[in-house]
């Protein structure tokens, strides 16, 4: 294209984390420029971000359905190409479907819906338009989750047996956590779930993706340890896999002192492989017959695929945003082949993840419900 | 005393790992000295393993039988003043119950009896004896272990709120792991669990020693891999603490690729502390409102009773063995306080440890066999 | 400003890999465009960069002096407001002082110029023109970079006794290490030195905006280990500071098998700093009376200043390129400040850090060719 | 042997920390036991420690002539074997000569004399004599150090260019260290160098024990920081090794907040090994073609000799009282082939290690003395 990709957002208006990330992201490679939006629903707010934005007054938009429609009715080159969802959980079906309905393709943040239902009309919708939808599970993204993914397709572990993923954070430790803490841990917005949905998603997504594997069946004891929450905030389940593996996720937003560690390891037949979100750059592949090798970002033993997502030479850290980058990178390649007619067949996260996080968080919370009882999902 | 206190063994023998390890354990400080043995139902072995150890050939007896009663006719000073038992778990009960009759203290191997029938019985007997008995739960000796139950203790981390532990060995991934696997995948010698036994035990135990709490009630879900085996080999424990803190223990023996992987994380209120066996000179406190502390074996920040263990000084790693003898240790204290008729109120891991050990083995097959059911200790 | 900072560019071709750095970098934060350049001095290259950059074919220029020249007659807000020159050293002096000459501000790669005699001259004209002149140290603007300067300043390690940095790389330990081994390693294009003007540099700068101390003299020992080269691909430089403490400067480019290691060690009477580019997170603080502390980026214990570099919260890594975009942000506040007519007083590397490099290559290339002879800068 | 090997010791009184050291580690595989020592010169605390060590009174001498005078005539068996010697740096050569005058073996810290002159007759001693002599160069016996020696001898690293050691420790960032700082910082009894006596010597005994090679001329900047002391707490050593390699060590004891923090780096033409005291158990092996390996003590990966050093399965840490033990394990076997009239071909540290260590300690500090004058071993 001899352009760049117009994008339009929903949500990420001042004090906001997620859609500052989106716009970081869609920027990174150059391919992507920000051209309408919809920031905040305080119009001062919406405004002054716009300007910060160096968006033009008429493309600070007062609400999404207007957005959306006096956008469709620009020539395609003036008119956004896709639309970014970074809003609360609530309203992410609402607008997708929207957004789906007048032909703008979607990035969504995830979790992508509010229930099941929700999502299984999304991904109906996404079917019958054709368009491309792209769910941000941005740990999916990091090079060492892709290289962990062929690694296992390859069958370097054998066959897999046990699945162990922990997720810990520790700002919802305390009662008051701020802005961002409130909407995720009140039902309206955030659905059935917090701390599952929110952290635990990532961790079934994340096992999935990497494993090939589904979930068949969980065993699920959510707790709620600050005082006041009506949801969950700690969670441990247990997992049974379509192959007849083990797994367990571990889950804690009250893990206080702790800041955004999330861990996955992997045991087969063969051998083990780990990776933890906070040192990105290392995947350890353990065995019984070999010494511990630690394959690294950018360095030799990477698979030819992934070698691609590369930005910068070993040594030379990528971290959390190159990971939310290279989601929109894959969505640039989706988009540019619906251009011209044809299908992009990276791995990236679809309404399909969305479908099935929306089910897994039902699942957890019947199961935790009923004592731990043994859920198919 | 004026003599160095007398050990006499059973188990040890040639390719046995744990009884040599013992042995190194129990001479490390220079208070102990090995004077008699059965090392082996092998005659030619057992002597020949007396020969290798020094030990006059008198001294080398053909079952514990014969010794326990040979040596109880001697005069104080020259027979034995304890006895070592390091035999696979199914003799521990008759050969424990013999010493402390004939009246001699104990050091003996994990899990303690078959059964939580036999470990009540042999608690019993230690209080009608007030014979020292000393459970050989090593990690509960490692420094920043004993540091770890302190700084809990004084509250440092507030109201404890969750625990996971996780213990993963590569050594049983494959159906013929060598001569230590086969008595310890086999019921006649190990009891109703595997792994449970082997691994989870230490799990269980290090998590009431350091946290000062018990496990109220458990869901589990074990494995067997590896197929020919009756008994599990991997399993993962959902667990509810007596103070309404949640936890679990990940266990697995077929996680190709790992040493001796045991790790131990504890989160309160007001931070969190971890801790794992393949780097025990770190103890880690981290909390919301400071800079991550890393503790460190003989380094300025321990508490004062647990500097008393510290052999070397910082930076000079101390190990495995240590801890194990840092057991002898405890061992040899209860023993001069009993020679003394006094009581000697270390935290060391006793008779007690053993009895919450077989019956947590029990619930969690209990609980594995109902599909997860909660089940109370 | 109403509108985005206008950036030109000259290097930064197909192939290059610095210049796609710095155009990552400058639109990172979205306040800064490129707006035309000059990428190669192959005409078919420099157009195909352009269009793949989105730039119109007017915006690519031949060469620099016409680029220059051409955008100095457009208005202000049409024109290019600063310049980034990202080619080969031997050609930063004359780039940047015809840029300084016709108005523009410059970002300069480093090292600055081809000797201490362009680099003085350079000083004296950023100084005659008063406008902003950022010397690209990507590695000082590490938010725990910034936060060792200021904890340093502030005290915290007592007077200063040692400092230890070591730069090693393996991507030279070959004869054919590619493209940009190629100018590296030749006099024509880099000067004097490869090695040490490629990452000694880095070490030297880096030594001094830490600690604020000044190398007072050196004593180096280069060397080329691989055949056919005609500059140094290895070096160690002991260090006598202004201030009494010593140091020590250990280069390789030949280090087989490392990334990009870069640490660096400070010691004083009080305790240390420790620092480690692919771990760029951490910033390690060790005393003799304390628990080490490991301050993490984004969490607690930063210093306030320093808190408004991060863009992540803690545990969502940032690495490399954030450095590389907070330059640029630096640049932005800079420039901002100029055209309020203010100075912004913040810690960049400057033209001055630009002269103090070319004046330590040198002397480190006279005490090598002395045999080590003590040489004072 | 039909007996354990039979131990004298002159050193090791109440507050010592190496003679405590060497008693573990000579009874750790319960080879040797001690028969006879001298401990002090103060007459209770000499007995004082022989009565915790449950020597009998007549065997706790008043002084090391009196010892080595009486035991040499008793009969082999009853009188000891050999004798170790933990007194200050100006007492070895004396006691050494003597011991061996009388045909007892010696195992001797080091530094092995107080110059050189003492350590060539020492060793002409020892070749007279043909007796064993070992020199306790406890960090040559980690076995993962071992292992290093054997990866670089069998070429694994290509042609050696670069060794990079650093040892640094804060014990003595403050004038008043405690008692072992004072005879350590004292000339009379540490000879003309304190830091590189100390702390140096390892560097370079590991330097040429792990790479095969020899320092052939060094520059050395030596520095004194806290006042009063009359001799070097920090020093920095350039190397020139005897195949064109280079090299450097980095020395400091008032490294403020280290532990014993001794590292070693070595480059090849293919690769690196790295290994750090502090983290025994890891060998590093990077190269530029393949993903990093870690060795581990007791996996998979290790040469077959090196495997018979290992005590536990890798995962149970070994730390620094197992290599201690290794070199009285290196002395057992050279002790038992003398014996049988034969020589045992181990790689342990002989007297030719301690005279390469006095002229190491007198080079570098008349290097120092010439402002860093490239100085030849």
């Known amino acids: 294209m001899k352009r760049r990709i117009r994008m339009g957002m ?11 990330v989106h716009r970081v992201a869609a ?9 309408c939006g919809v920031f905040s629903q305080d119009e001062a707010k919406n405004k002054s971000m716009a300007d910060e934005l160096f968006l033009p007054v008429e493309k600070c938009y007062p ?3 207007t957005m959306i429609e006096k956008e469709s009715m620009l020539p395609e080159g003036e008119r956004m190409d896709f639309l970014s969802i970074t809003t609360p959980n609530n309203t992410h079906f609402d607008i997708a479907m929207a957004a789906l309905d007048h032909g703008f393709h979607v990035v969504c943040e995830k979790p992508m819906t509010l229930n099941s239902e ?4 999304l991904q109906a919708k996404v079917k019958e338009t054709g368009l491309v939808f792209v769910l941000m599970h941005n740990y999916s993204a990091y090079p060492m989750i892709r290289q962990m993914r062929k690694m296992i397709a390859s069958g370097v572990l054998g066959d897999l047996r046990k699945i162990v993923a922990s997720y ?7 009662p008051n956590a701020g802005k961002q803490a409130v909407w995720r841990t009140n039902p309206k917005f955030s659905g059935i779930a917090a701390c599952v949905g929110d952290i635990g998603t990532h961790a079934e997504q994340l096992i999935e993706f990497t494993t090939g594997l589904k979930i068949a069946e969980l065993s699920a004891d959510l707790a709620t340890f600050v005082e006041g929450r009506t949801l969950d905030d700690d969670a441990t389940i247990m997992l049974r896999m379509n192959n007849g593996s083990k797994g367990v996720i571990e889950l804690s937003e009250v ?7 999330f861990k996955l390891r992997v045991y087969g037949s063969l051998g083990c492989l780990e990776w933890s979100q ?3 750059e290392n995947l350890c592949l353990k065995t019984n017959d070999a010494p511990m090798k630690v394959l690294r970002r950018g360095w030799a033993g990477m698979d030819d695929d992934v070698k691609g997502m590369v930005r910068l030479p070993a040594g030379h850290p990528e971290g959390f945003l190159e990971a939310f980058a290279n989601i929109y990178a894959d969505f640039t390649k989706a988009f540019l082949a619906y251009k011209e ?3 992009y067949d990276g791995c990236y996260p679809t309404v399909e993840d969305g479908v099935r996080e929306m089910v897994f968080i039902e699942k957890v919370v019947e199961s935790s419900k009923k004592n731990g009882a043994w859920t198919k999902l």
């Open 27 to 35: 920027r990174f490679d150059g391919q992507i420029e920000l051209v």
């Open 168 to 174: 810990d954070l520790g700002w919802l430790a305390a």
């Open 255 to 261: 893990a206080c002192g702790e800041e955004n560690q």
């Open 278 to 280: 906070q040192t990105p």
């Open 63 to 65: 609400d999404y359905k």
């Open 118 to 121: 929700q999502a299984k009309k």
């Open 10 to 20: 929903v949500g990420g208006g001042p004090g906001a984390f997620i859609g500052g």
């Open 341 to 343: 007619g044809k299908v």
